[in-house]
């Protein structure tokens, strides 16, 4: 008897590591952004900004002065970007100092993602990531913004993004949350339900005491295939590390085979309340792993 229970044991302990084994990054977190060998230092210069990278030797040397900056960001400087399918606007901060949250939250990220204003910086426009079957088999993806819509220059098929892409409790498409000084409160009865089944992961930034939409937002440029839910977390998901991609902040695993997972479609309904399953109703299905 006590042979039989020894065993359950450690059949339990080989079935938790198996567990934890899944959801391992079986590649460096950093992914893409390890900038084929160079690392950290293609985009944070410890020394003289762009300059120390090579990027540009006079115009973009105060882009450093801002987390240790290493790419040119001075071809974007007050450009407008219209996103959205035209709605939202956004004119783009004319200098690193300007202290808006879409300076880190865009302009950074742009240095090296635009492909209309700034050069391409390192980027080479190839899946990095292994995608499952249903993203199709396509190696040529369109990370270079202001490159694919129908003309050249045109952003009119990104996600709304920008200083007046504000994020709105309540209404048709908002949860029932609480918004202070830019700051989202998820405390509402559906609001929460989906916190506890999810999170809030999110990160918006904060503009004229509103909450908007810059790209930081929603990806963590230092994680790509890695996301950890602290113990003490606000998310009733257990702590630990769970698979993501496109450097999300949040569970996003398109690979799982589990029948009805649904970390793709939680994410995006941390934002989009009118498609979740907490506001209409079904406040028990809960995040499918």
Request: glycine share 14%.
């Amino acid at each position: 008897m006590r042979r039989i229970a020894w065993c359950a044991v450690i059949l339990l302990g080989c079935s938790l590591y198996a567990r934890a084994q899944k959801v391992t990054p079986a590649a460096d977190v950093l992914g893409a952004h390890l900038n084929y060998g160079r690392g950290c230092s293609a985009c944070h210069a410890p020394h003289s900004g762009a300059a120390g990278n090579g990027s540009s030797r006079f115009s973009a040397r105060a882009a450093g002065d801002v987390a240790l900056w290493g790419e040119d960001v001075t071809g974007l400087y007050g450009k407008t970007i219209t996103s959205g399918g035209g709605q939202f606007v956004e004119v783009l901060p004319s200098s690193m100092s300007a202290g808006t949250p879409d300076v880190t939250g865009m302009l950074t990220c742009l240095s090296c993602h635009d492909g209309n204003y700034a050069s391409s910086s390192m980027m080479q426009n190839r899946v990095y990531e292994s995608l499952p079957p249903t993203y199709g088999n396509h190696n040529s993806i369109p990370t270079l913004l202001g490159t694919g819509g129908l003309m050249a220059g045109s952003y009119l098929n990104q996600h709304p993004v920008g200083l007046s892409a504000a994020i709105h409790c309540g209404g048709q498409e908002g949860w029932d949350c609480t918004q202070g000084e830019g700051v989202i409160s998820m405390t509402g009865a559906k609001s929460s339900q989906f916190v506890h089944n999810y999170g809030f992961f999110v990160k918006p930034g904060i503009y004229n005491n509103t909450a908007v939409v810059v790209c930081t937002t929603c990806h963590d440029p230092h994680l790509m295939n890695a996301f950890s839910i602290a113990p003490g977390s606000k998310s009733g998901m257990t702590p630990g590390v769970y698979p993501t991609m496109f450097f999300l902040r949040g569970p996003y695993n398109p690979a799982s085979t589990s029948t009805g997972a649904n970390t793709t479609a939680q994410f995006c309904r941390q934002c989009h309340a009118a498609e979740s399953n907490e506001a209409n109703g079904a406040t028990s299905i809960g995040t499918i792993l």
